[in-house]
Nanobody
């Protein structure tokens, strides 16, 4: 069973930075070569795609709300991905979830079968 464990969330002031980490474990070896990414969700709102990265390092980002401020990266030997968040705004407050796809490509459908438990990010104004 694949496990995704997020860390790095917390409370930060507007304009600050945070780095989220997600470590993958369990499952078969091939899982570690799959595309991985981040979603976020605010209670009462739909989940929002933030960013994704392939094993080879190709990345794609979410909407204008995070472009230019959030960057995803990957450390393959550590089976870990990161989300570097800069210039944080109060509207970035959400639970951030790490996800993993089935296969090496970033799914156009947005279907990620593996999800972490989430880590809370709170940005104060």
């Amino acid at each position: 069973q694949v496990q995704l464990v997020e860390s790095g969330g917390g409370l930060v002031q507007a304009g600050g930075s945070l780095i989220l980490s997600c470590a993958a474990s369990g499952g078969t070896f091939s899982v570690y070569t799959n595309a991985m990414g981040w979603f976020r969700q605010v209670p009462g709102k739909e989940r929002e795609f933030v960013a994704a990265v392939t094993y080879s390092g190709f990345t794609t980002n979410g909407g204008d709300s995070v472009k230019g401020r959030f960057t995803i990266s990957r450390d393959n030997p550590k089976n870990t991905i990161y989300l570097h968040m800069n210039s944080l705004k109060p509207e970035d407050t959400a639970v951030y979830y790490c996800v993993a796809a089935v296969g090496a490509s970033i799914p156009l459908s947005g279907n990620y079968p593996y999800w972490g438990q989430g880590t809370q990010v709170t940005v104060s104004s």
